[in-house]
């Protein structure tokens, strides 16, 4: 059986398909699947997500979920969406403490309701349209893009590291929060490239030759 060049892991959420056609538009072959053996097999994987950490984490429960994590102890290109990053850390505090996959270290927070814009207004949640992206730390997948660019965001919840070395990406919404992680082979960020037009793509295109 032939090797995919790269994994598309069908959590059963929302985005997949704009997902599958960003990857195919900078010019790579998708096999969407929800077998753990294509993902085991895969040069590269990706696990994109829009909806719930626990439902995400429900499909990731099983084989699938330990064919991820085989493909990124073997030290191959992972990318993670949304969920797909927070879905690395070990817990969300989603909807009551919800386990993660446990890759790295930390948990995924719900956006305080202290944290205001600068004019004092509260502010809304989920966090949704284009926000300023700054790169705390250069990293091959974001040295082709511009200074200071901007992403688009659907969430109501952010990941928290323990290690601040794995943090590559930051953003502001009434306070400072991660929103991109590299370790190793593994990127993953909380704004959606497939939506974030040609920054998005040209984050795409840097993930499929890395």
């Known amino acids: 059986m032939a090797t995919p060049r790269l994994a598309?892991?069908?959590?059963?959420?929302?985005?997949?398909?704009?997902?599958?056609?960003?990857?195919?538009?900078?010019?790579?072959?998708?096999?969407?699947?929800?077998?753990?053996?294509?993902?085991?097999?895969?040069?590269?994987?990706?696990?994109?997500?829009?909806?719930?950490?626990?439902?995400?984490?429900?499909?990731?429960?099983?084989?699938?979920?330990?064919?991820?994590?085989?493909?990124?102890?073997?030290?191959?290109?992972?990318?993670?969406?949304?969920?797909?990053?927070?879905?690395?850390?070990?817990?969300?505090?989603?909807?009551?403490?919800?386990?993660?996959?446990?890759?790295?270290?930390?948990?995924?927070?719900?956006?305080?309701?202290?944290w205001r814009a600068p004019d004092g207004r509260r502010l809304k949640v989920p966090h949704m349209g284009w926000n300023r992206v700054e790169v705390v730390r250069p990293v091959p997948l974001l040295a082709a893009l511009p200074p200071d660019p901007y992403f688009y965001f659907v969430h109501s919840y952010y990941p928290e590291p323990v290690d601040p070395a794995v943090v590559v990406a930051e953003s502001e919404y009434g306070g400072r929060f991660t929103v991109a992680v590299q370790r190793d082979n593994v990127f993953a960020c909380q704004f959606h490239p497939e939506k974030s037009q040609a920054v998005g793509l040209q984050l795409l295109r840097a993930f499929v030759t890395w």
């Open 8 to 114: 598309l892991c069908d959590v059963g959420l929302g985005n997949l398909g704009s997902v599958e056609k960003a990857l195919e538009r900078v010019g790579t072959a998708v096999v969407r699947t929800t077998d753990p053996e294509t993902v085991r097999r895969a040069d590269k994987v990706v696990v994109p997500g829009q909806g719930a950490f626990g439902d995400c984490m429900a499909a990731l429960a099983g084989p699938l979920g330990e064919a991820v994590r085989e493909v990124i102890a073997a030290g191959r290109p992972y990318l993670g969406i949304c969920l797909g990053l927070q879905v690395l850390f070990d817990e969300s505090e989603e909807h009551g403490r919800c386990a993660g996959l446990g890759v790295l270290a930390g948990r995924v927070r719900r956006f305080p309701a202290e």
